[in-house]
């Protein structure tokens, strides 16, 4: 019987009322009087040397309040990176200047050379079009390879080269796991790329700064998903502004998918030219400009072997990466291929010895920085790849190849560091093979024989960390923050509630889930429950959302305020009844004296906390307001099995899916209809990436694929319809939701399996030979795949 | 984009005079150029839109059979209302996405000849007489490489004549991002042979492919075309595909069109 409140309801998502009747509040919908607009001038070269600006014909064009170049910034601070990696020899990553706009040199087509504020945004970027730049270009360098050999191009001329770090994980790991691959029975190898993607989210980036001359008040509406983390990074490393004086607010947000987690020029561009102007500036990106501004997501190059004993036990796993950090660093970039990737290369299987090496280079390219899932895509695609080629190359049923190796006992500490608390693979495999129906795979097949099509399948396992996380920990890993979250819970007078969360919701419906939370803890009605997040003058504190940590970190510290006002409740209302503190119980909004009749109501107590005519004042203060700061103490371990199934067309190439099954444990679950949401959201894309999605630039820098006429994004019909499970459910031993979070899974589970599927279709139809295609699948590489 | 003016004349003899200005563009359903103003890559001083002429609206029947579309007929209206010439319906119910057709003209497509595009290739195939306010162009006259046409400057085509073969069939192979004709085939078989037609394939633009429809003439059936191949010399390649991909592609759409017709 569902419930149809509270936790574990499908209780339909409040925020869509909004969303979906058009009365949402975004960024865009701020228009602040007196306003002026921003127009960029971007490079159009990825590598140059400015030579000089020329503003003095586009200043004295109708409607220019202000041009900015580089000089205006000279002094202030660049855009700080907020991790810090250590390379495998002791040193520090390098690491370069971002200035707000181009200083001496631009590095990619999009980097800002100036900005010209005006009356409308017509005027400003036909100012824009009037400057005249002296630019020098410069060869490029694109290659990341290329990039590390080559020192002749730099794209940094004040470091030593394009190598931001090479990384070692775990360094101590790495003879033994050489000798433990040159020993092996059988080694497989893998060559293969993960392809830079561009995280589209439906709403391009937003900011509007505002100064208040009067107090010396800033504001930045933007476009965030950690608004606080803004504050902080803006306010104390460019801007110089103290958090006391600045307000950053993310409302409504169109989707984010890692790329608004980020610090960006133009944020801090509005904020102070909003000063400088005496006037709110106002930025509203379009999608071509998003294509070149915002950061993007994976491009990885790898190389990965697996050792294998006679029987298919996992002996020892290699994987050297060349990943791609574009032409700065951007805010978390250094961390995507280290820590939230080597951690993960054990997977789900108990492989004795790993070594991960990553080489981070810099390149004219767009900055790349964490996209949904966010390096544990990138090491779950490499590891699920690489597990099909050997049970292919070894005769081992694929599946049979991955529950020989499961990691079977928890909790279970990982050669790459990490300690998983809970999880039951082979549950959610033996799931997948029900709800997938892998058993009548062979009789699909001959269907789709039957129309002339090649049928694969493709299935994979993951594994991710989510909740980041213990704050002690990612310091020592090179976090230049803490990765708590915080949460108030404000109880009014006539008992309804509002919790002012750190956690920024755009998309991921914490608005309902979160209520739905609080509602169960007290038993009221969730419409009682308001939740309030995105502004950092009424949430005292937030790490933000991305890494699936919303409701394990989050709400958590939800919880925590939760009790903390439960237990003031309770000693109000035994007050109230006469009782002991100790024998007061709540349940269904009603405090009750155990053992016997006597009660008040919800509403009572929290009346009596404003209204404290008859209160123990003597003992607690009035008013019912807490605050809680969660801090984790591991992270969280989703994982699951997913299932592809593809007819490809062996006159054309072309891949369909045929069906798609999604077997997760993300532990326990507040909202099973969010969460189908929320894994069909990251199947979608996972799929786009397997299929269709691709960031191509030439040698020259220039991006081809810079508008939807060739970036393919994936659309409904391209689609199946998905079979999605989560009645696996492990809970998390260390938090007290016993939640794991799913915002992730989807994107990074379903990539291999679509690949697996493709590979498994073409070897049953005898192309022998292919045992990889590099992502994405388009027809014209699968066609060429089966004609090489 | 930057400022322009618009008029919006309501009889073609009014769109001729307004096109006869300095600087005057000529404005179908705007979904090519629309962008393009968008992205500031032309600046018209006017745009003169062809959409609020009656006697460039709609779809009739020529006494010779022929089927008339008039130049400002939207996509979706020839998808809904050309049901005496099926493939072509089809054609058009199959151009970009509801958006696009009910906005796109046949006339804007034509005049615009995107190498892409799925127009060109049914009037090409259905050897259809382009109807200009100054005079009729032959289909194999009008298609003149990628983005050209033989059309004057300021001309208009006011209508499209579609002789309705005996069978017909529209293939295309969808570019992944755009859904544009990677390969797009229009065969259409008449009393007097079969005409083959490919757009999104070739660097020229859309042309016929005379082999393809000489073994179809003979026998029209997918297996006519087994011994024959198409040079990949003077295909796209871009990354969407190789030249050779495109080549393999045309024949293969060929064939399917040939047995859906």
Known sequence: MPKDGGIGASTKRREDVRFLTGSGHYTDDINLHGQAYVHFLRSEVAHGELKGVDTSAAEAMDGVVRIFTGADFEGIGGLPCGWQITDRFGEVMQEPAHPVLAQGKVRHVGDPIAAVVAESPEAARDAAEAIVVDIKELPAVIDMKEAVANSDIKVHDDLTSNLCYDWGFVEENRDAVDEAIKNAHHVTTLELKNQRLVANPMEPRVAVGEYSAGTGDYTLYTTSQNPHVIRLLM????????????????????????SKI???????????????????????????????????????????????????????????????MGAYLSTFAPSVPTWLHGTLMAGNYKTPLIYVNVKAVFTNTVPVDAYRGAGRPEATFQLERVIDKAAREMGIDPIALRRKNFVTEFPYATPVAVEYDTGDYEATMAKLEEIADLKGFEKRRAASAEKGMLRGLGVNCYIEACGIAPSNLVGQLGARAGLYESA?????????????????????????????????????DADMVEIVHGDTSKVPMGMGTYGSRSIAVGGSAMVRATEKIIAKAKKIAAHLMEASDSDIELKDGQFTVAGTDKSVAWGDVTLAAYVPHNYPLEDIEPGLEETAFYDPANFTYPAGAYSCEVEVDPDTGKVTIASFAAADD??????????????????????????LENTVYDENGQLLTGSYMDYAMPRADDLPSFSVDHSCQTPCTHNPLGVKGCGEAGAIGSPPAVVNAVVDALQRAGHTNVTHIDMPLSPSRVWAAMNS | MYAFNIERPSTIAGAVDALAKDEAQALGGGQTLIPTL????????????????????????ADDGALCIGGATSHAAVAAGASAYPALAALAGGVGDPAVRNRGTIGGSLANNDPSACYPSAVLASDATIVTNARE?????F?????????????????????????????????????FALVGVFVAKYADGVRVAVTGASEDGVFRWSDAEAALSGNFSASALAELSVPADGMIADLHGSAEYRAHLVKVMTGRAVSAA
């Open chain 1, 235 to 258: 306010g104390a490393f460019v801007l110089g502004i103290p958090e006391h004086k600045l307000r950053v607010v993310a409302p409504d947000v169109g989707g984010g998918f890692g």
């Open chain 1, 262 to 324: 980020f610090h960006y020029a133009e944020e801090a561009f509005c904020t102070f030219a909003a000063k400088a102007v005496r006037r709110p500036v106002k930025w509203t990106a379009s999608r071509s400009e998003a294509f070149i501004s915002d950061a993007q997501g994976r491009d990885h190059v790898t190389k990965i072997e697996l050792a294998l004993d006679k029987d298919g036990h996992f002996l020892a796993l290699r994987t050297d990466t060349y990943a791609n």
């Open chain 1, 488 to 524: 108030t819970v404000r109880v009014n007078a006539t008992g309804g509630l509002v919790v002012m969360t750190g956690s920024h919701s755009h998309g991921q419906g914490h608005e309902t889930s979160f209520a739905q939370v609080i509602s169960d803890m007290i038993g009221v």
């Open chain 1, 666 to 691: 993300f532990g326990n679950i507040v909202n099973p209809m969010i969460v189908d949401g929320q894994v069909h959201g990251g199947i979608g894309q996972g799929i786009g990436q397997a299929l």
């Open chain 2, 38 to 61: 968008k992205q500031r890559l032309a600046s018209p001083d006017t745009l003169v839109s062809l959409t609020g002429i009656p006697e460039m609206q709609g779809i009739c029947t």
């Open chain 2, 137 to 141: 162009i032959a289909a194999d006259d």
């Open chain 2, 143 to 179: 298609f003149d490489g990628l983005f050209a046409t033989a059309l004057d400057e300021g001309e208009i085509i006011t209508e499209v004549r579609f002789p309705v073969p005996e069978a017909a069939n529209y293939q295309k192979f969808l570019q992944p991002a755009s859904r």
